[in-house]
């Protein structure tokens, strides 16, 4: 049975155990003052590994910066990260026109 939380005219706060189905309490059983009901917030646990990362990280990243890349990198790393990266090929296609084919 739930426990519903009810607060008195008084502005004080008591715990009552009552079924779903019975009706809600509108006196208070020890000082007959009225009372209501208090809505109290459902208490929400996420577990499992994909939780951030699929639902929560992309929804809740405000705007990025003028001037990131995916990672959060500066324009000029990325233009820089890109430099090294056509360097590498051009040296390896360099390497292949040179080399003499072993059907010679």
């Given at each position: 049975m739930p426990v519903y939380t009810y607060r008195r005219e008084d502005g004080t706060t008591f715990d009552f155990r009552q079924r779903f189905l019975d009706s809600p309490?509108?006196?208070c059983p020890t000082t007959g003052q009225v009372v209501k009901?208090?809505?109290q917030p459902?208490?929400?646990i996420?577990?499992?590994s994909g939780f951030?990362?699929?639902d929560n990280n992309k929804a809740n990243?405000?705007?990025k910066p003028a001037g990131s890349g995916e990672n959060g990198k500066s324009a000029a790393t990325d233009q820089?990260?890109?430099a090294k990266s056509?360097?590498?090929t051009k040296s390896k296609s360099e390497k292949a026109e040179t080399a003499p084919s072993p059907n010679q």
């Open positions: 309490l509108e006196i009901r208090v809505i459902a208490g929400i996420f577990k499992g951030y990362v699929n990243n405000p705007a820089k990260a890109e056509e360097t590498k």
